[in-house]
């Protein structure tokens, strides 16, 4: 939200006050309070009328600090509050006539204690940003509104990325972004999953710990600062030091959960009947008989929207006229080795069962006048479910529970973007802060009943609405998109945004959502599909089989499915990673490339996991332009070497896109290309790829349920190539090199191999 006509004015009717300057520091053992007046004080008489910020500072963790600014203390809402871990660190606070600081590890806050207000973050030696004169404040609008606001400074040529799910350009700068969830598709300013943490390439993130509406300004009101407002009487945030942006996820992530470990299954490919499609028990027997007989490796079937009967959503029943036999298809698909996934909303439809059992129990959300909340958007006379009720959320878990014991394994939990704030929640919650948590308290009830029923290793959603917190319930995906390659680039700018924030599983809509797509836009975006953390085929009101595009698109899904389902020891290492670390498994190229300058703005590449540069093709003719970073990179399809740094365009057929190996990785690759669950550890092949004399790499391969099944360390000493096992029980392994091979028997636990001169 913009409050000022250009640098002098405010807009019409919008009043500030401003902190002025630290006039009173009061030292506490863990934090300091500051009294900020908004007017300068040169007299007493100036102490009288007038607002006063208390500036509360303190650090939650080591290289974090928080800063919580109140006005009117008692007009705060208590809930909901989004859940941060605070571990008291100890921290180093000074106060003297000049100023009061307080250290937290590496990063240091400063409170200049004349006017004007300045608050400075310094870490390594250097400020990272700054709180100066006219930055925090209180706005008043012509409707006696009242709005917390901060600036902090965007030093010369700094970048900025985050705030989640946005479907722009990489680089927020000169960007407005509204924290507000909203059902808009892919193609706007608006997302389905906001999130209100940035972090810059000057090696620091701010996270605004608000769940309502955050209004930010990123070099768009004032180029130099990045804005942030929110309506009420209160603001914190949190400034979280790096140096690195990895470094600074990975805290962040500390703080506000990291990833659960999708199950092994999930990895797989999984197809949908798509959503307005006509469909029955028959049609899905179809696709599956059609995907094993073309040799098509399929985990996951997906039953979308009319599982249900029309008009009735939710009231978790099959629809009789198309599966009069529910529990006998899941039954012989579960026999051909399926999971299965249903879709499911947080609606209740009028015409719905559960709308009345509902509503006389209390467990739907109702209007500040005790009448149920209902409108006609989506479904008829459609309610929403109460999640802030402990028993509408047992209630709710309980119609899942029936799924589950049928054979159901993992939920699409679709929607929760459009809550309303002309409502009255059970537990006294603010509307306009439920607004986004709402997403956060109804994918959460259904993680906890998949995890109760199925085991925490197996429960896994494919969720479309998120805030703070969101990525500790994988999997996400994309939202509605187009048909098109502009889509796909759009969907893929969205994923690498919300990596940023912490989530480390993401998926799209293979193909696109909107409108058939032409098999060569189908074709591209298998590749790219297959080569995300997770896969799906799935669409609006045409099929997603590949026999219906071209028999070209078979064979495309066929190949990258099976390079999937051999990279996954390699995969589910990076997937490791991302729950221990909080590092996205698709990184966009800023994080993982920070010093890099050429990389700060690139937003159609990615490295998936930490070695694997993948390049979308996003044109049917096959030339994509893409960039390489230093060193001596391997194209894994077909072993051409590749020197950066440097743009190189290459075209490609259906079959391949540019996909490099970083130089000195060591990726591990499985037996097995027709499932994505097997034993990653047992006759694994570890391939170095321009390993450097004397490097030394070390090499886990996970177990199927996340735990370490074997560790090898490769080494190169001059033209010899050496591996060990120095962990695993025996098995069967294998050590490559640009074509040089060499086998291990079973309870072998060394290999060496002699390298050619030219290598």
């Known amino acids: 939200m913009k409050f000022k006509d250009g640098y002098w004015r405010m807009r019409p009717g919008v009043r500030a006050d401003y902190a002025t300057s630290a006039h009173d520091v009061t030292a506490e053992p863990e934090s300091l309070r500051i009294l900020a007046p908004t007017r300068e004080i040169l007299r007493r008489g100036n102490t009288i009328d007038g607002p006063v910020l208390r500036v509360d500072l303190s650090a939650p963790m080591p290289d974090v600090v928080r800063v919580r600014v109140t006005h009117l203390a008692g007009s705060v809402p208590a809930a909901p ?16 006539t000049e100023r009061a600081s307080l250290t937290s590890g590496a990063l240091t806050v400063r409170a200049g204690r004349d006017a004007p207000w300045d608050l400075s973050f310094s870490a390594g030696g250097r400020e990272l940003t700054r709180s100066a004169g006219k930055s925090l404040g209180v706005m008043h609008d012509q409707d006696s509104r009242h709005f917390m606001v901060e600036q902090l400074r965007l030093s010369a040529g700094e970048l900025v990325y985050g705030l989640g799910e ?19 598709g892919t193609s706007s300013e608006i997302a389905y999953k906001n999130v209100p943490f940035y972090l810059t390439d000057r090696g620091y993130g701010v996270f605004v710990n608000h769940p309502g509406r955050v209004s930010f300004e990123v070099g768009s009101e004032s180029v130099s600062r990045v804005q942030f407002s929110v309506e009420g009487h209160d603001l914190e945030y949190l400034v979280v030091y790096g140096p690195t942006p990895a470094d600074v996820l990975r805290r962040y992530t500390a703080l506000t959960g990291r990833p659960a470990l999708p199950p092994a299954w999930s990895f797989g490919l999984w197809l949908s009947t798509s959503f307005t499609t006509d469909y029955d028990e028959a049609t899905v027997t179809s696709f599956v008989d059609g995907m094993a007989e073309r040799d098509l490796p399929l985990s996951v079937f997906h039953f979308d929207c009319f599982w249900m009967r029309r008009y009735r959503w939710c009231d978790f029943e099959w629809d009789p006229e198309v599966f009069p036999d529910p529990e006998g298809m899941l039954r012989r698909l579960k026999e051909r080795g399926l999971r299965v996934c249903v879709w499911i909303n947080p609606y209740i439809a009028q015409a719905s ?7 006389a129990a209390g467990h739907l959300l109702r209007r500040p006048d005790g009448t149920v909340w209902q409108d006609d958007h ?5 309610a929403l479910v109460d999640f802030t009720s402990p028993a509408a959320r047992e209630w709710y878990a309980g119609k899942l529970r029936g799924l589950l014991d049928m054979g159901v394994d993992a939920f699409k939990t679709d929607f929760g973007e459009r809550i309303p704030t002309d409502v009255a929640y059970a537990d006294g919650s603010d509307p306009e802060r439920m607004h986004n948590y709402y997403s956060l308290i109804y994918n959460q009830t259904v993680h906890d009943v998949l995890a109760e029923r199925r085991g925490a290793a197996e429960a896994v959603l494919f969720a479309r609405s998120a805030t703070v917190g969101g990525q500790r319930l994988p999997v996400h995906w994309g939202g509605d998109c187009e048909s098109t390659f502009e889509a796909m680039a759009e969907s893929l700018r969205g994923g690498l945004s919300l990596g940023l924030g912490g989530f480390g599983f993401w998926s799209h809509d293979i193909g696109g959502f909107e409108g058939r797509p032409d098999p060569a836009v189908f074709k591209r975006w298998v590749a790219f599909g297959l080569l995300s953390s997770h896969s799906r085929l799935h669409g609006s009101g045409s099929y997603r089989v590949p026999w219906l595009f071209d028999e070209e698109s078979v064979d495309v899904l066929r190949a990258f499915t099976r390079l999937k389902a051999r990279l996954m020891p390699y995969l589910y290492g990076a997937a490791v990673q991302a729950t221990e670390e909080g590092l996205p498994m698709m990184r966009a190229m800023p994080l993982a490339f920070p010093d890099d ?18 390049a979308p093709v996003l044109s049917a003719e096959g030339e ?14 077909d072993g051409e070497r590749v020197t950066g740094p440097g743009w190189r365009t290459e075209r490609h057929g259906f079959d391949s896109l540019p996909l490099l190996v970083r130089p000195g990785a060591v990726i591990a690759t499985g037996a097995r290309d027709d499932r994505p669950d097997y034993d990653y550890a047992g006759g694994v092949t570890l391939t170095a790829y321009e390993l450097a004399d004397g490097e030394v790499a070390t090499v886990t391969v996970p177990a199927p349920d996340g735990r370490p099944a074997a560790v090898f360390e490769v080494s190169r000493a001059g033209s010899r190539l050496r591996a060990r096992r120095i962990e695993g029980a025996p098995a069967p392994w294998n050590l490559r090199h640009a ?5 291990a028997a079973p309870g072998t636990d060394h290999i060496e191999i002699s390298l050619s001169a030219k290598e």
């Open 624 to 637: 994509v332009s893409y960039y390489v970073p230093a060193g001596t990179w391997t194209r894994l399809l």
């Open 166 to 184: 946005r479907f722009g350009p990489l680089v927020r700068n000169g960007q407005s972004v509204d924290i507000w969830n909203e059902d808009g």
């Open 353 to 359: 069962a559960l709308f009345d059992e509902g509503a």
């Open 378 to 382: 989506w479904q008829a006379g459609r």
């Open 739 to 743: 074509g040089t091979h060499a086998a």
């Open 597 to 614: 300058p050429a990389c700060s703005h690139l937003d159609a590449q990615y490295l998936l996991g930490p070695d694997l540069l993948v």
């Open 81 to 96: 509050v989004f859940e941060v871990r605070d571990d008291h660190p100890g921290v180093e606070i000074s106060v003297d």
